[in-house]
């Protein structure tokens, strides 16, 4: 009896599935994207941290109504060609490949950082930034496509957001550099944004163009670039396109007061309480307690974009986002209540940037995902471009910096009502 039994045993255990084990390849895939948005991240927020001492040398003043003028042209113009790069660049990751557009993307940005550093006027920082704006918009797109088309389903969100993980690194990383360097000057905090261009050596040398893009690059007569966009508009996919750029434009338009007047409201919270800490360092600190706070929500979401699916874990994080910043911006009066309320704020603000990063590859098949996953997050963030140019109207109008970032944050309801009219793809297998 015990002996039939050890041999059905035997032969069930010869049945089951061979244990699932992921490759060298996708382990590259998804470090090389991980680093990609975490130096992506890095040179995006360096400048906001130096934007005061730099553009202040630039001009010979310390007048900081002129600074905060001149600083948020080169933020807007910034952010502007964020999206259009992402745009552009989204369709040539369609056509060209993955890795390649990658690459690319991550040597332009770091190349224009480094030369930020070397800027000896405003206009020349300016245009510096605004060139490495173009990459740090492009290589989102191709890197979020990388992952979602060599990780297998099951694991394909976990993998999703680990490379969106990357983004609050990214920022500690700029935050530390400011901490470390910021005494030497702003040109030594700019230098080291030339260090994301080491990896592309690691993307060119060691990670292929995955096979599910290959496979349909042959299969299917390579497209004009414009067919190619405008195949996001085409019956099928537009109206995943208008969900896709509406729910990620309330996400980034939501949280964009709060992250765009933090600074100054700590300095007036400061002058106010004849706090005479260095202020630098304590928005350093604010911003990293906030990335903390992201990274615990994407460690959530590792979890909840399987167990509820992805809109409503959109959904959830909206609400989150809605009531921590209305909490923080109508109820705290001082520098200590903003540094405690910082994690909370985010784990929901920021760490709601994880849902899109696994929703918008999969609304789009495979020929055209770059192009219409650049195109949702990207056209988010180049509408983003006006808030800097148009803060100081804002504030004017709601009176305060935290009124303004209030009104500011009802945007997310134009989020969590928008997420219900896109498709949930939660298990739906990726389609070419």
């Known amino acids: 009896m015990g002996k039939s039994q050890d041999i059905s045993a035997l032969a ?55 600074i905060s003028k001149i600083g948020s042209f080169i933020i807007a113009g910034k952010l502007l060609t964020w999206g259009v790069g992402g745009v552009l660049f989204g369709v040539a990751a369609d056509r060209l490949g993955r890795s390649r557009v990658m690459a690319w993307t991550i040597f332009i940005y770091a190349v224009f ?71 030497f000057g702003w040109r030594w905090v700019l230098g080291v944004g030339a260090a994301p261009a080491l990896v592309t050596i690691l993307v060119r040398r060691f990670v292929p163009e995955p096979q599910r893009w290959v496979k349909v690059r042959d299969s299917v007569d390579a497209a004009p670039a414009m067919q190619t966009f405008a195949a996001i508009f085409a019956p099928a996919l537009r109206r995943k396109t208008i969900v896709g750029v509406v729910v990620a434009s309330a996400a980034m338009l939501g949280c964009w007061g709060g992250l765009t007047f933090l600074p100054s409201w ?82 929901f603000v920021i760490g709601a940037f994880g849902t899109f990063a696994s929703y918008l590859p999969e609304l789009f098949p495979t020929r055209v995902r770059a192009t219409g996953q650049g ?31 209030a009104a500011v944050s009802l945007l997310f309801i134009v989020g969590m009502v928008s997420i219900w009219l896109g498709p949930e793809t939660k298990g739906v297998p990726l389609d070419d």
């Open 266 to 347: 700590i300095h007036q919270l400061s002058v106010a309480a004849a706090d005479h800490r260095d202020v630098g360092s304590t928005v350093s600190y604010a911003f990293i307690l906030m990335m903390i706070g992201a990274t615990l929500g994407y460690l959530t979401l590792i979890w909840m974009l399987d167990a509820l699916g992805r809109r409503m874990s959109y959904f959830i994080f909206s609400v989150g986002s809605l009531a921590v910043s209305l909490v923080l911006f109508m109820t705290v009066h001082d520098i200590r209540g903003v540094l405690w309320l910082m994690p909370v704020y985010g784990y």
């Open 113 to 183: 950082t480094l030369l930020s550093a070397f800027a000896h006027t405003w206009t020349q920082l300016a245009v510096a930034q605004a060139m490495a704006g173009f990459g740090i918009g492009g290589e989102w797109a191709a890197g979020a496509a990388l992952v979602a088309e060599s990780w297998p389903e099951r694991h394909r969100a976990r993998a999703m957001q680990i490379m969106q993980m990357a983004f609050a690194f990214g920022f500690l990383a700029a935050a530390l550099d400011n901490l470390l360097l910021g005494g």
């Open 12 to 66: 069930a255990a010869s049945a089951a599935p061979p244990a699932f084990r992921l490759s060298r390849y996708q382990w590259l895939t998804l470090i090389s994207a991980f680093l990609g948005w975490m130096f992506d991240s890095m040179d995006l927020n360096l400048f906001t941290l130096v934007l005061v001492p730099s553009v202040g040398q630039l001009l010979h003043s310390t007048d900081a109504t002129e």
């Open 375 to 405: 195109f949702c997050w990207n056209m988010a963030r180049a509408l983003t471009s006006i808030g800097p140019i148009a803060g100081n109207l804002v504030v004017a109008k709601f009176g305060s910096f935290p009124a303004a970032s």
